[in-house]
């Protein structure tokens, strides 16, 4: 069940990103979103400095394993960042291996997910014509269907806040996303 989910985010950061109707095919219209029930609730882990097992804090950039993005804030931090009050944690229950890589923090009247997945300067160019250039995050960052995408090095850093108006879900998902770049 696990490695369906870590499918199913995948499958879904893939047409968030470039657009695609749920049987792979691309296309030029609207993106799918999903709601989902991920994984039990679990307890928050510290972050660590480095994003991978190895204790490199660079590695990401280049190549190597996707970190547990549920290590990389801690519950307060989550509190701290968002205004919410965490009320459950979904892990993907993946490992480094992994294509895409997420956590989800369950939130009163909101929530927070951070997805991880591999990606190349090219592939993170191929946007949906909805989508807005957001300045000063990462390398390259837009914002779409309340999604920001992120570009760092070879890592792309999608987070979804969910829980205020458009204007301070983007607001947030900035200050994560500029929390977890160092992180990765």
Request: hydrophobic residues 40%; aromatic residues 4%; charged residues 20%.
């Amino acid at each position: 069940m696990k490695h369906r989910s870590v499918t199913l985010a995948a499958l879904v950061a893939v047409c968030l990103t470039a657009g695609c109707d749920l049987t792979g095919s691309a296309t030029a219209g609207d993106s799918p979103t999903a709601d989902a029930t991920l994984a039990p609730p679990a307890e928050a882990a510290s972050p660590t400095p480095a994003g991978t097992a190895d204790g490199d804090p660079g590695a990401m950039r280049g190549a190597g394993g996707l970190p547990d993005p549920c290590t990389l804030l801690t519950e307060s931090e989550v509190v701290d960042l968002t205004g919410r009050e965490v009320t459950r944690n979904d892990e993907d229950g993946g490992d480094a291996g992994d294509v895409t890589r997420f956590c989800q923090w369950q939130q009163d009247h909101g929530q927070l997910t951070i997805f991880l997945s591999r990606t190349t300067a090219a592939d993170f160019d191929v946007t949906v014509a909805a989508a807005r250039p957001v300045d000063g995050v990462g390398e390259k960052a837009y914002w779409h269907s309340g999604h920001l995408y992120v570009l760092h090095g070879a890592l792309q850093i999608d987070v979804y806040s969910r829980g205020g108006s458009d204007a301070q879900n983007l607001a947030d998902a900035e200050q994560v996303a500029k929390v977890v770049i160092p992180r990765v």
